[in-house]
């Protein structure tokens, strides 16, 4: 079985995976741009206003929302899918100059069995937070919102679930039919230091630009060009998170598969 310092160690083949300048050149050239006309497209088309009101009511853009949105989780499961075919079957996946994502038969599986692994740990965790705070109820009464003190649970135990079950996804792309009680099984010894990586891993770069993005708004003014960069930018950096989780998943699936 798997133990700390070898999923640790993986950090290293992720890095040097994920930060190869050609690779990245290739994966995130065309994304990038796409996060940049979406950030154009909420520039004109904004997603939140205020109506012109008495109470002065945020309005939200429903079009602009559900247009990013689509496009953005299409962008992260394509880059996700990619980042997992060149890890497990090499070059024949960067044959091309610039990556181009496609909507074709291994993305839709791909959506698949994503959202089966995230609904079931989306009900797995929503069963046990409930029992959880009906216990708790028992003993230290809950005077109101019982159902917000639920939603809490849930969405606290909702990755560490979900991340014990990710490896159902890289094995579905190396072409093997892994059950979630197996992948339960691999991370039994390491599930909760996985989601510390993950979490780590996907906040790192998010909030370098985020520091970033103060800093040169500080220096710059709110001007209307550095905005839409900035935006694009912070979903680009969003994206190469998704490639360094993807590589990171797969390197561990990989050392599982070796060791067993």
């Known amino acids: 079985m798997i133990n700390f310092f070898t999923a640790f160690s993986l950090i290293k083949p992720t890095i040097v995976f994920t930060f190869n300048v050609k690779r990245l050149v290739y994966l995130l050239s065309i ?37 990013i949105t689509i496009i953005s989780l299409f962008l992260v499961f394509s880059l996700m899918l990619r980042t997992q075919q060149i890890v497990f079957f090499g070059e024949q ?23 089966y692994i995230f609904l079931f ?10 029992v959880f705070i009906l216990i708790l109820d028992h ?4 005077p109101d919102k019982k159902a917000l003190y639920i939603l809490g649970a849930t969405l606290f135990l909702l990755p560490y679930f979900f991340i014990r079950l990710i490896f159902v996804l ?9 059950r979630l009680s197996q992948a339960w099984r691999m991370t039994r010894k390491i599930g909760p230091m996985i989601a510390i990586l993950f979490a780590v891993a996907l906040s790192f770069p998010l ?29 680009s950096s969003f994206l190469f ?16 598969v070796q060791q067993n």
């Open 31 to 67: 994304p990038v741009v796409i996060s940049v006309f979406l950030m154009i497209l909420e520039k004109y088309y904004p997603l939140f206003s205020l109506a012109l009101t008495a109470d002065l009511r945020l309005q939200v853009n429903y079009y602009t929302l559900a247009t």
């Open 93 to 115: 996946y960067e044959n091309k100059r610039f990556f181009i994502p496609l909507i074709d038969k291994p993305f839709l599986s791909y959506i698949l069995k994503f959202t």
């Open 121 to 130: 740990s989306l009900t797995l965790s929503a069963v046990l937070g409930s």
């Open 139 to 142: 003993f230290v009464p809950i």
């Open 170 to 178: 890289p094995a579905k792309v190396a072409g093997k039919d892994l």
């Open 207 to 235: 909030l370098g630009v985020t520091f970033l993005f103060n800093l040169c708004q500080n220096l710059l003014g709110e001007h209307a060009v550095f905005a839409i960069m900035m935006n694009a930018g912070a979903l």
């Open 241 to 256: 998170s998704c490639i360094f989780h993807s590589a990171y998943c797969s390197y561990m699936y990989l050392t599982i």
